[in-house]
């Protein structure tokens, strides 16, 4: 478990670029802020949170099986999360030519604790990043000394509280964030950034070796 501590800050700091590319899960949360108000924001956000951690439970229960006897499936795993991402960069960086980029949130919210606790939730589990973050990417900080499942267990919780706090400080933070987050310039830029994002990410997935 030491080297698996010795990994977190590394793994923190990627889980928290990911939280800050806009995408599904930033525009659930600001869209609920905005709209809803903060408590609606925030029982999204904790089903944000479930969500992740469930992700990290399924990859942690189906990964430990297939990687202890295959590192074909790893590898095909492993390229096959580099190509979505990469993909993914592309199709951001041609969302440039649009006036607000990708980054758009305007929808309806959800005000009641379940509906809202729902829609955070369901947004996570339908999120293609959240799963292949866990799927593909998480197996990749654990160090062989540690159990499989028991580390993308403990990353899986320590995305969910750096995703947690993160929004969180959306949440707080919106008013301010909702006049600067309207303006077009802004919005590209963020879509901008969250490309060359995804396009690390998957440089960092390329390079990792099986376990």
């Known amino acids: 478990m030491i080297a698996?501590?010795?990994?977190?800050?590394?793994?923190?700091?990627?889980?928290?670029?990911?939280?800050?590319?806009?995408?599904?899960?930033?525009?659930?949360?600001?869209?609920?802020?905005?709209?809803?108000?903060?408590?609606?924001?925030?029982?999204?956000?904790?089903?944000?949170a479930v969500g992740l951690i469930t992700w990290g439970l399924l990859s942690s229960v189906g990964l430990s099986v297939i990687f202890a006897k295959s590192k074909l499936a790893f590898s095909l795993l492993k390229w096959a999360g580099v190509s979505f991402l990469v993909i993914l960069s592309i199709q951001t960086l041609i969302q440039l030519k649009n006036e607000f980029g990708k980054f758009d949130f305007d929808s309806s919210a959800k005000t009641q604790f379940w509906?809202?606790?729902?829609?955070?939730?369901?947004?996570?589990?339908?999120?293609?990043?959240?799963?292949?973050?866990?799927?593909?990417?998480?197996?990749?900080?654990?160090?062989?000394?540690?159990?499989?499942?028991m580390g993308i267990i403990v990353l899986s919780c320590t995305q969910s509280l750096v995703s947690t706090t993160w929004y969180t400080s959306m949440i707080l933070a919106v008013h301010k964030s909702s006049v600067v987050l309207a303006k077009p310039s802004v919005r590209r830029s963020l879509t901008a950034i969250s490309a060359l994002g995804i396009m690390f990410l998957a440089l960092g997935l390329a390079f990792t070796s099986p376990r």
Do not use: E
Not at 27 to 45: I, K, N, T
Not at 122 to 131: Q, W
């Open 115 to 149: 509906p809202a606790f729902r829609l955070g939730l369901f947004t996570n589990l339908t999120n293609v990043k959240a799963a292949l973050f866990a799927v593909a990417f998480i197996p990749q900080f654990v160090p062989k000394s540690v159990s499989l499942g």
């Open 4 to 48: 698996l501590l010795h990994v977190i800050p590394a793994f923190a700091l990627t889980a928290l670029l990911l939280a800050m590319v806009p995408g599904q899960g930033v525009a659930m949360v600001l869209r609920q802020s905005l709209v809803g108000g903060r408590s609606a924001a925030f029982y999204s956000l904790a089903g944000n």
